[in-house]
């Protein structure tokens, strides 16, 4: 499932071709894996699966998978990074705490289509069925919440140093829990098969209301500025 970039990406400044070359083939056999594995997660259940099962199905050695992922786990959450990659450019440049709270809401509606994307939503709807029916990953799932609220407080903390680093944490837990409540109904939509534009309308509705309360809580408040008022 993810696409995450390298250091021998042929895009780099001064990469060479084989460099480059590289780099595709490792990200060409990552995604073979991935989709080996959510085929069989989305047939067999996340639990029945083993890594030497998905690298057959990948038609790859078992000690290639273990290049690329430390586990099961691993795979299942393997987009993690890109759920959190763009959060410094919604934090740093906003200069008002209305434009802070419109860039984080615009942050997790990103998150929403990076899963709706026509190339990775079949893998979106088996994410959302084997996440909510295994109590293991579920578990799993939260400590990436908690470390996108502990990333955005450090960001919030060095954008506005003024402020108490209890209110930036008091607002970095309020942000993520309505961001966490939209990709909520993100994964309730998916898993109930709906359309795609029906999840699309249930996540962003859901986002909505949790970022317009947060935006109303803190009308008129300068604790979010970037500089003191």
Known sequence: MTKAKTSADSTSPGASPTTGMRGRKRERTRRAISD???????????????LTRIAAE?????????????????IFFSRREEFRAGLPD??????????????????????????????????????????????????????????????????LVARAPHATRAELELFAALTVAAGERGYEALHIALEADEPVERVRAAANDTLDLGFSRLARAYEGSHVLDAEPS
């Open 58 to 74: 990948a038609d790859v050695a078992p000690a290639t998978v273990f290049t690329h992922f430390a586990s099961k786990e691993d």
């Open 36 to 50: 080996a594995a959510f085929r069989l997660f989305a047939e067999q259940g996340f639990e029945a699966v083993t």
């Open 90 to 155: 919604a934090v740093t440049p906003a200069r008002t705490g209305a434009e802070l709270i419109a860039g984080l809401r615009e942050f997790y509606g990103h998150g929403i289509e990076l899963v709706l994307a026509p190339d990775r939503l079949e893998n979106g709807r088996v994410f959302a069925r084997v996440l909510r029916g295994s109590p293991a990953l579920t578990s799993g799932y939260l400590p990436m919440a908690r470390e996108r609220q502990r990333l955005l407080t450090e960001l």
